[in-house]
């Protein structure tokens, strides 16, 4: 099984600040990585797939990078409504998470 | 607009069974591979199964495998989740979503979730 690990499980940043979450993977991926927002109470929403291709209607302040097994995930100026949780998932063997990362205001 | 609507869920004793639907509109629900996704509470998400467009293919997480059927009916638009032995540590909101085009593993679209209790 190849494990997601996102640390740390949570960042502090004041609205308009740069936020970057990290995700590595346990071997490679090549690029069969996605990225999910979780808010409170809702359901997952896809933000990125193909490790850098934003999902229908994603804000262009969301970009992905990476390869292999070190992904980015950015957000370039936080907005009081990215404050939530973030989830990386691969594709490449099965299909799993990590364990999120909560973007938290500081 | 695409729509996961699930329904099915409760409160259960350990060991017993429980049925999720999920009820799909909005899209040609015969095209998309669909899969089932577990948040327990507190917790992250937990791809739980997924079955092929034309039901040929289903896989599961290790966890419950034997225990956990999925399945679809393409004349209805509905995929299923059938929980036999269920057990405390599948106490979790269950999310059904669509599998992206093509890639069929990532997820585009996901319903509101049901909750599922598995206590005595």
Known sequence: EIVLTQSPATLSFSPGERATL?????????????????????????????????????????SGSGSGTDFTLTISSLEPEDFAVYYCQQRSNGLTFGGGTKVEIK | QVQLVESGGGVVQPGRSLRLSCAASGFI?????????????????????VI????S???????VKGRFTISRDNSNNTMYLQMKSLRAEDTAIYYCARGQYGSGSFLDYWGQGSPVTVSS
């Open chain 2, 52 to 55: 092929s467009y034309d039901d």
């Open chain 1, 22 to 62: 990290s995700c590595r993977a346990s071997q490679s991926v090549s690029t069969d990585l996605a990225w999910y927002q979780q808010k409170p109470g809702q359901a997952p929403r896809l933000l990125i797939y193909d490790a850098s291709i934003r999902g229908t209607g994603i804000p262009a302040r969301f």
């Open chain 2, 57 to 63: 293919n289903k896989f599961y997480l290790g966890a």
């Open chain 2, 29 to 49: 629900f015969s095209n998309y591979a669909m899969h089932w996704v577990r948040q327990a509470p507190g917790k992250g998400l937990q791809w739980v199964a």
